[in-house]
């Protein structure tokens, strides 16, 4: 692995604004200064935009605490994800400590950038960040294969927030379905996706839900998530009632409670969430659905129930 650099509660959080830097461009400046050709990533960069941004403002507004250990992956709602964390600490003036750990250059990049700012100097200089290995994979400007996959799962670091992303995601039959465009991404997206920690969360935003792409990755599963977590979260964006993407959200939203009512039933995650959380364009709640909320539903039913039967007289 190769480490990139070496108290206090953030007081307040910036509004999404249009402070980000167009990652596009950096995206662009990278290829040229380095010959690399990151086409996949520079595509997506550039389509919608307001809802990575909705999805990366909450995640780094809401997750993300002083001296957090967090693990992040490719895909470009990650970039600006990490954009955002550095957003929040220039906004506020206040460094937060973080170790990051990544396959992602584009995160690595930011995270560069904002060490060597002059105007925010000193914010940055603990921060650490930690590339793993692994084979470059040129259109996802990320590092993947056999070897990137172990190093995500590594055992030296410990972190506590996980976050990763899909190129597609369904709910369909009460089953998590993720899917990746291209197949060496395989392994790492999985490791990601299973590796041990506290909080799992993948982020996507509402045009990759009830979608399938090039690639399943059979490894993921709702199980599979939560085995080794305490908390998985599923964050995405909740579309407007016009927008064509509406009906299709809210009908994974009905096949996402489909996997909760299994998930109910399987004593081992008894102790643990799984939820599935939908933001507008400001970043603000809008929906949610957990395991949590499904099992208070049932305590409250069987309660009520017990209720109702103590106050039965016999004929």
Not at 105 to 124: C, T, Y
Not at 213 to 226: D, H
Not at 243 to 257: A, C, M, T
Request: with cysteine.
């Amino acid at each position: 692995m190769n480490q990139l650099g070496n108290n206090n509660n953030i007081a307040e959080t910036p509004a999404r604004s249009d402070s980000f830097r167009n990652i596009g461009n950096m995206v662009a400046e990278q290829d040229t200064e380095g010959g690399l050709s990151a086409s996949w990533v520079q595509h997506w960069t550039n389509e919608h935009k307001d809802l990575k941004h909705a999805l990366a403002h909450h995640a780094a507004t809401h997750l993300i605490d002083y001296g957090a250990v967090i693990q992040v992956g490719s895909g470009t709602t990650l970039n600006y994800f990490m954009e955002q964390v550095v957003e929040l600490q220039k906004v506020n003036n206040t460094p937060l400590d973080l170790m990051i750990l990544t396959t992602n250059l584009q995160v690595m990049g930011i995270g560069r950038d904002a060490k060597k700012d002059p105007q925010h100097k000193g914010i940055f200089d603990t921060m650490q960040i930690i590339l793993t290995g692994g084979a470059l994979q040129l259109s996802l400007h990320s590092l993947v294969g056999q070897y990137a996959a172990e190093a995500v799962r590594t055992d030296v670091v410990h972190p506590k927030l996980v976050f990763f992303g899909a190129a597609g995601l369904t709910f369909e039959g009460g089953r998590l379905g993720v899917s990746y465009q291209f197949e060496d991404e395989l392994t790492t997206q999985v490791s990601y996706a299973t590796r041990p920690t506290l909080h799992r969360i993948l982020l996507c935003d509402q045009t990759k839900l009830g979608s399938k792409v090039a690639w399943k990755a059979a490894g993921i599963t709702a199980e599979s998530m939560l085995t080794q977590a305490q908390k998985c979260t599923i964050i995405s964006t909740l579309p407007d009632e016009s927008d064509v993407d509406h009906k299709k959200v809210l009908h994974e939203v009905e096949e996402f409670e489909k996997l909760l009512e299994r998930l109910k039933q399987e004593k081992e995650f008894n102790e643990k969430d799984f939820s599935l959380r939908l933001v507008n364009s400001d970043g603000e709640v809008k929906l949610e659905r957990s395991l949590a909320e499904i099992r208070g539903r049932s305590a409250g039913y069987s309660v009520a129930k017990a209720s109702a039967t103590r106050h039965i007289k016999p004929a």
